[in-house]
């Protein structure tokens, strides 16, 4: 990459020079004209090598893109990869907070941003500058210093009037942004919501919402295409006003005898040369100045901290059997705010351990604090006697495999999703984590088998058949610790007990940790913790917590009632009455 930055630069100023030696050219043929003697050879040779010139300064100017294209492609990749990569190192309060749709927008604009900016900042700018260079020393050693001076004084002020406006205009360009990143953000929260505005027939006010954002983006892009009709009249103007004051004095020399015909020609040809891609900078800097801001934001997300992150020097976890510890905990996501509060408890190896309590009593954060999607603020986290913290995270994460309550799956095929647990695996790897799973069969029913795909967060599947792939993938991945959060919750009867005995094959012999709410899915665990807001209410067996009849019995009761009465056969007599206005008749 460096010998071609070398390579497009030497190129660079070969076209240039090439460049500013086209007027010369073209001067001695115009003076070559008025010598009689030879009006045939001398013309025709020189206006060959003014047409091989040019030809000659595009040529370098194309090669000189292909060498340097490789390189500003490169650097779009790094930065995009790098951005990529810290956006996974953010912590999950970063990702919860977020706008998927505007974060993607941001990323885009910067991207493209970054592109324009190499492109600019090392063909236009640079190029124009060494053009100037060059053109005011010719018109000073050529003919006249205030040729010279005339020009360039032009040139300042072309450049203060163009960062004068082009920064006035830089208010016009944010709005634009904000109001486009907020537009897309609410279009891709509708589009990802679609059954949810279905359901209550919301389309024309998820219109409304974005049409917020897009009548925003609208205002600010007519005043900035008003102020850019006026920047670009303003620079018309001043770049007129130099050219008629060097032709003139050009005028002038050739009517005194000090300058030739050609002379005048030649003048004019260089300062339209000039003036060329010094128009062609003003551009630059009010794209530049756009692309600046759009890379802003994007800049402003690498310098998010990442609330979670390696010590120097971790090691990685070193699993012997697999103990987990939990010693005196307390966490809180706001201070003002506590979750728990000195909970401790053990989960010896190959044994499980269920989690269980009202809604809000810190199950889930449980789960979150071992995964380390946070730290705590007291006591430690050990398994196999390692503080979680001083370890590397994706040794950690490398040990645990998930079962979530609420699976979403990638927009790809099933075998993509259960391949998932462990890239690069094989078909029959995969294959028999599915029978593992009991999903191969109902997989091979379908018309497509493995290469079906799952659509959007995988809503082609039913919520039972999603758990399997992600039970599937989970014993791919073949991990030390198993971490069950809520995994059946959401499922019906008899869909969770298919499930609860894939769970009970593939936690046998492993460390697991069950976040449970329905009790009857917990009753063989090795210990049950009952946590009531945010500490150890009680512990103990299934049996043995019912013999207590504390928080745990009563919770049982409580559903083991409500599944009685759901059991319960309601019948509604069906009379004409009922079916005129549409009542459902309630049966089994």
Not at 84 to 89: E, Q, V
Not at 533 to 541: D, M, Y
Request: with cysteine.
């Amino acid at each position: 990459m460096r010998a071609r930055v070398v390579a497009a630069g030497v190129l660079l100023v070969l076209a240039k020079v090439t460049n500013v030696y086209v007027p010369i050219l073209y001067k001695d043929a115009v003076d070559a004209l008025g010598e009689k003697a030879q009006v045939v050879a001398v013309p025709i040779a020189l206006i060959l090598a003014y047409g091989f010139a040019r030809v000659l300064a595009q040529a370098f100017g194309e090669v000189r893109d292909a060498v340097f294209s490789p390189v500003s492609q490169r650097a779009i990749r790094n930065l995009a990869l790098e951005v990529f990569d810290h956006l996974h190192a953010l912590s999950l309060r970063f990702h919860l907070e977020r706008q998927t749709g505007g974060l993607s927008r941001v990323i885009e604009r910067g991207t493209q941003g970054m592109e324009f900016l190499i492109r600019f900042t090392t063909f236009n700018i640079i190029p124009t500058l060494i053009e100037i260079a060059l053109v005011g020393g010719i018109l000073w050693s050529l003919y006249d210093w205030r040729f010279t001076a005339v020009t360039l004084g032009v040139i300042a002020v072309y450049v203060v009037f163009s960062v004068v406006l082009s920064e006035w205009r830089i208010q016009f360009v944010r709005s634009m942004n904000e109001a486009d990143t907020e537009a897309n953000a609410k279009a891709i929260d509708s589009l990802l919501n679609y059954e949810t505005v279905k359901y209550f027939g919301n389309e024309a006010h998820e219109a409304r919402r974005y049409d917020v954002g897009r009548r925003r983006y609208e205002v600010a892009a007519v005043r900035s295409t008003r102020t850019l009709s006026l920047l670009n009249v303003g620079q018309g103007a001043i770049i007129s006003a130099g050219l008629v004051a060097v032709m003139a004095m050009a005028g002038q020399g050739v009517v005194e005898g000090t300058m030739s015909l050609g002379d005048f020609v030649a003048v004019n040809t260089f300062l339209i040369q000039l003036y060329m891609p010094l128009n062609m900078l003003g551009f630059a800097y009010r794209e530049i100045r756009s692309a600046l801001v759009n890379m802003e934001k994007m800049f402003g997300l690498l310098e998010v901290p990442s609330e979670i992150a390696d010590k120097p020097g971790a090691l990685p976890l070193k699993v012997i059997g697999g103990e987990i510890v939990f010693d005196h905990v307390d966490f809180h996501y706001e201070k003002a705010r506590p979750i728990l509060h000195d909970v401790t408890f053990r989960v010896p190896p190959g044994k499980t351990v269920a989690i269980v309590g009202s809604s809000g009593a810190g199950k889930s954060t449980v789960s979150r604090i071992l995964f380390r999607f946070y730290d705590v603020a007291g006591g430690s986290v050990r398994i196999d006697g390692q503080d979680i913290r001083s370890i590397t995270q994706q040794s950690l994460r490398a040990a645990i495999g998930v079962v979530p309550q609420d699976t979403v799956l990638f927009n790809d095929t099933i075998f993509y999703n259960i391949c998932y647990g462990r890239p690069g695996c094989t078909r029959e790897e995969v294959e028999q984590a599915a029978r593992l799973a009991r999903i191969h069969d109902f997989i091979m029913a379908l018309p497509q088998g493995y290469d079906t795909t799952v659509g959007e967060r995988g809503l082609k599947l039913s919520g039972g058949e999603k758990q399997r792939v992600a039970i599937a993938r989970t014993i791919l991945k073949n991990p030390h610790i198993l971490l069950f959060d809520e995994a059946t919750s959401a499922l019906d009867t008899r869909t969770e007990q298919e499930i609860q005995r894939s769970l009970e094959e593939v936690s046998r012999g492993r460390t697991t940790v069950v976040i449970a709410h329905r009790l009857s899915t917990i009753i063989n665990a090795d210990e049950i913790v009952v946590l009531d807001r945010g500490r150890v209410a009680e512990r103990g067996r299934h049996g043995e917590l019912l013999a207590k009849n504390g928080l745990y019995a009563d919770m049982w009761r409580r559903q083991q009632e409500a599944a009685a009465a759901a059991e319960r056969k309601v019948e509604v007599p069906e009379s004409p009455s009922f079916r005129a206005e549409g009542h459902l008749r309630v049966a089994e």
